[in-house]
């Protein structure tokens, strides 16, 4: 059974495999924007937008695990909540203003 630190170890090791894979993307996509200055063809293009997309899963997926693994509950992703929505309160009925009598009204005057 692993102790609180042997963990707690593990799961900074994760991410600092985090922050490495972050720099060897910025580096990769930085070094592909310098070679292919000059332009892309539509297939050529097509292909780099395909591994970024890959790199993005894969990215996904190990921060997935990590959160998985990770009992730092500032370290999850905020959970949309939707907004509060009360039934509103009945409200009682307007009472209709009644029409003066004529005949009281005639018998008053």
Known sequence: M???D?????????????D???????GIKAKLDEVLAGGLSPAQQAKVDALFVE???NTAAISKAVRAN??????DDPVEMPPPNPA???QPEPV????ADPVAEEAKG
């Open 96 to 99: 209709a203003e009644q029409a």
């Open 2 to 4: 692993a102790t609180l």
């Open 70 to 75: 990770d009992d730092d509950p500032s370290n």
């Open 6 to 18: 042997e963990v707690l170890e593990r799961v900074s090791a994760q991410r600092g495999q985090i």
């Open 55 to 57: 790199l993005d899963k």
């Open 88 to 90: 509103p309160e009945p």
């Open 20 to 26: 490495s894979l972050a720099a060897l993307t910025k």
